[in-house]
């Protein structure tokens, strides 16, 4: 698969989707302007020790790897031959979601909202890297990451992916909001069947 090094041609949108039906998390991810999918994040096995990514082409070849430190504090992205190409470092404590990317010898610096459901990514000039901005209401957890000159598309949706699901530790609100509805859902349909198998529970 040909990688573009993220030189020239304006912002390109991909859409990253969580699977539903997967034993483990896994990240599809659509070019929005052709709706084809160029990649498919998977996540490791064994991601209970280190947080593990796997990035694959349609081919089912590795083309990127997005492997975290103890305490997931730290992620480095690693093309297929284990080369570092970037780190991003999260801190301990902070009010508002931040963190910063080393990449290309510069400096990438980005911070959400108190809420986070998108930031923007800013090189140490001012220059535009990428954004993400969450779908707030889905029953599968999507973001749009949108990528500019600066970087490679795959580099800036990984780090996008690592950044929303690790770091940020965020869920799909659609999702979450069945989640909750659905023990209140059972409770009443428990509470309907005993009324009609025994309707004297209600008095006369």
């Known amino acids: ?30 070019d929005e302007q052709t709706g084809e999918r160029v990649a498919t994040g998977k996540q490791s096995w064994l991601s209970f020790l280190r ?36 780190k991003l470092t999260r801190p301990w404590i902070a009010l508002r979601k931040n963190f910063t990317m080393h990449y290309r010898d510069d400096l990438i610096k980005a911070q959400a909202g108190f ?5 923007e990514a ?21 973001s749009r990451v949108s990528v500019g000159d600066y970087m490679n598309w795959l580099h800036a949706v990984a780090s996008a992916t690592v950044v929303d699901r690790i770091f940020f530790k965020s869920k799909g609100c659609g999702a979450s909001l069945i989640c909750c509805l659905l023990p209140f859902v ?19």
Not at 65 to 76: E, L, N, R, V
Request: glycine content about 12%; overall charge neutral; proline content about 4%.
């Open 1 to 30: 698969m040909t990688i573009d090094d993220g030189i020239g041609g304006g912002r390109r949108n991909f859409k990253v989707v969580q699977k539903l039906a997967a034993l483990r998390p896994v990240y599809e991810i659509y």
């Open 51 to 86: 947080s593990t990514i796997h990035f694959e082409d349609e081919q089912g070849n590795r083309i990127l790897t997005a492997k975290g430190g103890f305490f997931d504090k730290t992620f480095y992205l690693l093309d297929e031959s284990g080369e570092k190409i970037a």
């Open 115 to 119: 809420l986070p459901w998108g930031f």
């Open 122 to 142: 800013l090189s140490s000039d001012g220059t535009f890297a990428f954004r993400l901005d969450k779908k707030i209401i889905a029953i599968r957890d999507q």
């Open 186 to 204: 059972i409770l009443f349909g428990l509470a309907m069947i005993l009324v009609l198998l025994f309707p004297g529970l209600l008095g006369p």
